[in-house]
């Protein structure tokens, strides 16, 4: 069965200081896309960033950027200038075999904290 | 445009009652995807549809569980009978599939479901 894999269950970072979250994946596809996705305390899934698999630059939006391997089928997210509000669980997704099929994986989770 | 819309938002119920949650996806979107969430085990992709039609029902747990699409813009989750270990947070969730890969799904808030 194909996975994501979220190895951090927890994070912390101090506001304004830089943090990463790792996933790794294993689909078979070729082309594909990859997404991480924020859950506050308020419990919405709200998409943060996503990267296209045939895309060799990193995807940015703002503070948050990725770091995408795509032979290591490594897809990290890094936040930068942490803020309080950045404070959730973030979910990796991935897509199952036979992507197109519109079908997702998700990791486990990283819950990550921010301090003052 | 307006989101996934699920109702109710919460619900409590006794065991052995029949619970059904709902869902309007965004309109123009042709996948609707039911999710539950646990701490126990994440996010779990229940069933999916494309087009009203059902795809892959693998995930739902037993027979308790059945979900229908009647239509694009409306669809049910129905447990019956309820049990407590049935208690979670329900996500639907909708995307459009372009055929190039995957689109991004875009998740309703969600009913948190508690089974007495």
């Known amino acids: 069965a194909q996975t994501v894999t979220q190895s951090q269950p927890e994070m912390s970072v101090q506001e304004a200081e830089t943090v990463t979250l790792s996933c790794t994946y294993d689909t078979s596809e070729s082309d594909y896309y990859l997404f991480w996705y924020k859950q506050p305390p308020s419990r919405q899934m709200i998409l943060v960033i996503r990267q296209e698999a045939y895309k060799q630059q990193n995807a940015t939006e703002n503070r948050f950027s990725v770091n995408f391997q795509k032979a290591a089928k490594s897809f990290s997210l890094k936040i930068s200038d942490s803020q309080l509000g950045d404070a959730a669980m973030y979910f990796c997704a991935s897509p199952t075999y036979g992507g197109s099929q519109g079908n997702l994986i998700f990791g486990k989770g990283t819950k990550l904290s921010v301090k003052p | 445009d307006a989101g996934v819309i699920q109702s109710p938002r919460h619900e409590v119920t006794e065991m052995g009652q029949e619970v059904t949650l709902r869902c309007k996806p965004i309109s123009g979107h042709d996948y609707l995807f039911w999710y539950r969430q646990t701490m126990m085990r994440g996010l779990e992709l229940l069933i999916y549809?494309?087009?009203?039609?059902?795809?892959?029902d693998s995930g739902m747990p037993e027979d308790r569980f059945s979900a229908k699409m009647p239509n694009a813009s409306f669809s049910t989750l129905k447990i019956q009978p309820s049990e407590p270990r049935d208690s979670a947070v329900y996500f639907c969730a909708s995307s459009r599939n372009r055929g190039s890969g995957n689109q991004p799904q875009h998740f309703g808030d969600g009913t948190r479901l508690s089974i007495l």
């Open positions: 549809f494309n087009n009203n039609v059902p795809i892959d």
